[in-house]
């Protein structure tokens, strides 16, 4: 009789964990998930403000030489060799100059995928031309780095600005349905060399 009631009792044990089980788990899972989430996400925007800082100091080495004749200029950076280890990349006309800054925001942003806009914005930095701030894009706040003519509107001692945006995707599914995607954006400004 007492094995009896010993087997009773652990069989009543065994499922009373497999209720623990099922009531735990889905809340386990979802915290672990979520963590994954929380670790992409701060990965995402740190990925995306070294993207725009890397975009802005490409434009401002750059901004300056757009269309700049001579000996001392290169068409692309591919064309910096050791014959020629100083020459300035001078972008031909300011749709170049936007494709370079583009390039070098993708090429920090591979692990991402692709990127939502890309702005940008050449200002004097003073009281009449200030840099553009917070969710600037070319029409509302920033110019493009060209006047209304499409001529590139930068020089040496300016400052460029180049504002990202970005749509993150949530991993878990659960936490997808709750929140859909989440729009990020970052930002940097620099002085053209």
């Given at each position: 009789?007492?094995?009896?009631?010993?087997?009773?009792?652990?069989?009543?044990?065994?499922?009373?964990?497999?209720?623990?089980?099922?009531?735990?788990l889905?809340?386990?899972?979802?915290?672990?998930?979520?963590?994954?989430?929380?670790?992409?996400?701060?990965?995402?925007?740190?990925?995306?403000?070294?993207?725009?800082r890397?975009?802005?100091?490409?434009?401002?080495?750059?901004?300056?030489?757009?269309?700049?004749?001579?000996?001392?200029?290169?068409?692309?950076?591919?064309?910096?060799?050791?014959?020629?280890?100083?020459a300035?990349?001078?972008?031909?006309?300011?749709?170049s100059?936007?494709?370079?800054?583009?390039?070098?925001?993708?090429?920090?942003?591979?692990?991402l995928?692709?990127?939502?806009?890309?702005?940008?914005?050449?200002?004097a930095?003073?009281?009449?031309?200030?840099?553009?701030?917070?969710?600037?894009?070319?029409?509302?706040?920033?110019?493009?780095?060209?006047d209304?003519?499409?001529?590139?509107?930068?020089?040496?001692?300016?400052?460029v600005?180049?504002?990202?945006?970005?749509?993150?995707?949530?991993?878990?599914?659960?936490?997808?349905?709750?929140?859909?995607?989440?729009?990020?954006?970052?930002?940097?400004?620099?002085?053209?060399?």
């Amino acid at each position: 009789m007492r094995r009896l009631l010993r087997r009773l009792r652990h069989q009543d044990q065994d499922g009373t964990t497999l209720v623990e089980l099922a009531v735990v788990l889905p809340i386990f899972m979802l915290v672990l998930f979520g963590l994954f989430d929380a670790g992409k996400f701060v990965y995402t925007n740190t990925a995306l403000s070294q993207a725009a800082r890397e975009g802005a100091r490409l434009a401002a080495a750059e901004a300056a030489w757009i269309s700049v004749p001579g000996d001392a200029c290169v068409g692309d950076a591919s064309a910096v060799t050791a014959a020629r280890p100083g020459a300035h990349v001078c972008p031909p006309d300011i749709m170049s100059f936007k494709s370079n800054v583009s390039d070098a925001v993708e090429r920090m942003t591979v692990t991402l995928g692709p990127i939502t806009d890309l702005y940008l914005s050449c200002n004097a930095g003073d009281v009449d031309d200030p840099a553009p701030l917070g969710d600037w894009t070319e029409s509302l706040g920033g110019n493009g780095c060209q006047d209304a003519g499409g001529s590139a509107i930068s020089s040496t001692g300016d400052l460029v600005s180049v504002r990202l945006e970005y749509t993150y995707q949530l991993f878990t599914p659960i936490l997808s349905s709750f929140l859909g995607s989440v729009p990020l954006s970052s930002s940097a400004t620099m002085i053209i060399n």
